[in-house]
């Protein structure tokens, strides 16, 4: 799904001041943490509920402590292990690349018309917001958990295909997309064909450089982006002069 959020849901997006803020926050281990404390507290409390008749009042309660007080102590600890996360949003998308000039023009592009929003599924809820890319005028996120933005002029090549070769000979679905330098990149296993399709076509419209294929021929060679994605990002640097 691809769609152009209203100023309304760009809002929401960056109510902190940041939209790539707000997607960074969408995981992390203290999630996982803070929901594994709840979990162990609710148990507690259910079974101390449910043993009050056959261990008296004090012996249920003292059973449920057992576990409701590590569970809050579990919970607030994640709390704070995903503060902290939080908190380094900015250099975890330096990591990848972007400088603070690029984090600074990410954020305003994101707010000018034109800005899509980028799903594999239906679903608009926070988590689901969490987890869309986006596409600007001059960058590209993909959907996904991570960190990872690209500048649209680094995008080499950008296709779906149904034949992403696997280890036991068998095929999968793969959306894929490479960058000119490193080894930085993109791909989902398995994505929604109709989705992947409209991703790649929405890059094409704004940077008709990216290859769009994964089988292609040029001046009568013909490439496999797959299976030799360096040969395809030497071919991009040639052809148009990034060498």
């Not at 960058?139 to 649209?152: A, D, H, N, Q, T």
């Amino acid at each position: 799904m691809i769609f152009e959020p209203d100023d309304r849901l760009k809002q929401k997006m960056a109510k902190n001041g940041s939209v790539l803020q707000y997607m960074y926050s969408v995981s992390g281990a203290g999630k996982g943490v803070m929901a594994l404390g709840i979990m162990l507290a609710v148990i507690g409390a259910a079974l101390a509920a449910v043993l009050t008749n056959t261990m008296g009042t004090q012996g249920a309660v003292t059973f449920g402590a057992a576990m409701i007080i590590p569970g809050i102590l579990l919970a607030v600890l994640g709390v704070f292990m995903q503060q902290k996360k939080e908190r380094g949003w900015a250099q975890a998308y330096m990591e990848t690349g972007l400088t603070e000039q690029d984090l600074r023009r990410i954020e305003q592009e994101f707010k000018k018309p034109g800005t899509l929003l980028l799903s594999m599924d239906k679903g608009k809820d926070t988590n689901s917001l969490k987890q869309m890319g986006f596409l600007t005028d001059n960058y590209i996120k993909f959907p996904s958990l991570g960190p990872c933005v690209f500048r649209l002029e680094d995008l080499v090549a950008c296709f779906y295909t149904k034949k992403y070769l696997c280890q036991d000979g068998g095929y999968d679905s793969a959306l894929i997309a490479y960058i000119t330098e490193g080894e930085l990149g993109f791909m989902q296993r398995n994505p929604p064909e109709k989705a992947s399709l409209a991703i790649v076509k929405a890059i094409r419209e704004r940077n008709p450089r990216v290859i769009s294929d994964h089988f292609f021929s040029y001046e009568g060679k013909e490439y496999d982006a797959v299976k030799n994605p360096e040969e395809v990002i030497q071919l991009h640097k040639q052809v148009y002069g990034k060498l």
